[in-house]
């Protein structure tokens, strides 16, 4: 629909960050490279897909926050010095931190379809989406919900060993 | 009917420890892997080891069984066997490349779990270990469930110190909670490297907020002990050999074997308890 495509119209490249192993750096990642683009002077935004782990607002220091909708669907935090980096995360749903996301897959889908088109991300350069480990329900929720859209590819993260 | 099978098959099962994290890459396979030569090297014990993580199946590799192949009998499917008394299953079986990526959504997944629970022929076991992949999702709803026909003495919950993994880890101590899963005690993995040559102590992942043990406390939840980081062990992981056997004198093999016989203990208590009961 059309107010689908309007959130995600404004967004130039999308880019995922991607694994398969777990712990090997993909938050990580993905904070830095929103910051190193922001300093680039980039307009730049984070998808936190990762629902029973999310880790990034921890790193940027927003793990307190709420969110809340407007006319155009959730508005994102907006994080980093210049508080420009517009970030969505399931961690702003929870009541309390520590509460387990315990979903199967099914509901996780639901909730990632609406991450992906429900968000009043405005205009931006790059759109980081950052993942779980493994090859399943969240990755492919994600990748078939950002097919319409601007996806500029995956760049996959790992350690030696 | 399903739960009755389960349970046939499950019967001659004494114990079932679950390792969990909730984070990923903490080292939940490490640990499973050397949790079951730990055990299995009292060969009067039968170990099993059920690799339940689909998508990234580890333990095929670090068994040192990669390339092996499932084998059907009129019993079911059989384990692969490292040792006479240790037999493993995983996904990894399965595969016909190492490469191949299983992407599956969670039904199909459970439906492979509940196949390994009910249809290998693991024969009369001391100890079921089942490493699980990271997370809260279905692998650990289903696992669960599945193994209600049987029991699960436990879950041991693996961590490294840094504050993003304790938040994971948190969520999933309160995953075992909800599910009325009891928790034998958290491991903290990479915890201080002792360099070789200097054996000066370096905080590789730094415990910014007390670490595992710490949060034990607060949680009111055991704390099994910490294992620090020795470069040996990816090695052995790497190339499918036990930690354990190749590195006797490490200080994390002096953790491990440790770690190991308090899950022992437990499990032997919780054990005695049962049949107190009955």
């Not at chain 2, 993580?53 to 490292?82: A, N, R, T």
Request: negative net charge; proline residues 6%.
């Amino acid at each position: 629909t059309l107010a689908e495509r309007a959130n995600l119209a404004g967004v130039q490249h999308i880019l995922l960050v991607l694994s398969g192993k777990g712990g090997v750096g993909k938050s990580t990642l993905s904070t830095e490279l929103a910051l190193a683009l922001r300093h680039a002077g980039k307009r730049v935004g984070i998808l936190d897909v990762d629902l029973c782990g999310p880790s990034i607002p921890r790193m940027l220091r927003v793990q307190d926050s709420a969110v809340h909708q407007c006319d155009s669907g959730w508005v994102p935090v907006f994080v980093g010095q210049d508080k420009a980096i517009a970030l969505m995360s399931i961690g702003f749903l929870l009541e309390r931190p520590d509460d387990a996301v315990v979903w199967r897959g099914p509901k996780k889908n639901a909730l990632i379809k609406q991450f992906v088109t429900d968000v009043a991300w405005g205009d931006l350069d790059f759109l980081i989406v950052d993942t779980p480990p493994g090859t399943s329900d969240e990755h492919i929720s994600t990748v078939e919900a950002l097919r319409p859209y601007q996806m500029l590819g995956a760049v996959l993260v790992t350690t030696p060993q | 009917a399903e739960a009755a099978e389960l349970r046939a098959r499950l019967r001659a099962v004494r114990h079932t420890v679950l390792v969990l994290s909730g984070k990923g890459g903490v080292g939940k396979s490490t640990f499973s892997a050397l949790l079951a030569h730990g055990l299995a090297a009292d060969e009067t014990k039968q170990v099993a080891l059920l690799d339940i993580d689909i998508c990234g199946p580890s333990i095929p590799k670090m068994m040192g069984l990669e390339g092996e192949q499932v084998h059907q009998s009129g019993s079911g499917w059989s384990p692969v066997y490292v040792e006479e008394n240790l037999g493993v299953m995983s996904v990894g079986f399965l595969l016909s490349s190492p490469d191949d990526a299983v992407i599956w959504r969670g039904p199909k997944k459970n439906g492979l779990i509940k196949q390994f629970l009910r249809d290998v022929d693991w024969g009369e076991v001391d100890y079921l270990i089942v490493d699980t992949p990271p997370g809260t999702s279905d692998e650990h709803l289903s696992i669960v469930q599945y193994l209600s026909a049987t029991h699960i003495d436990g879950a041991v919950i693996v961590t490294t110190p840094q504050e993003v993994s304790l938040q994971d880890v948190r969520k999933e101590i309160n995953f075992c909670r909800k599910v009325k899963l009891p928790i034998i005690g958290v491991v903290e993995n990479m915890s201080g490297f002792v360099c070789p040559k200097c054996k000066n102590e370096s905080q590789i992942f730094p415990p910014t907020t007390g670490g595992a043990e710490k949060m034990c406390q607060n949680l009111n939840v055991s704390f099994l002990g910490k294992v620090p980081l020795d470069p040996q062990i990816g090695k052995s992981c790497d190339r499918g050999q036990s930690f354990l056997a190749e590195a006797p004198e490490s200080p994390a093999t002096l953790s491990y074997r440790n770690i190991i016989q308090r899950i022992e203990e437990y499990c032997e208590q919780h054990h005695l308890q049962e049949e107190k009961i009955m």
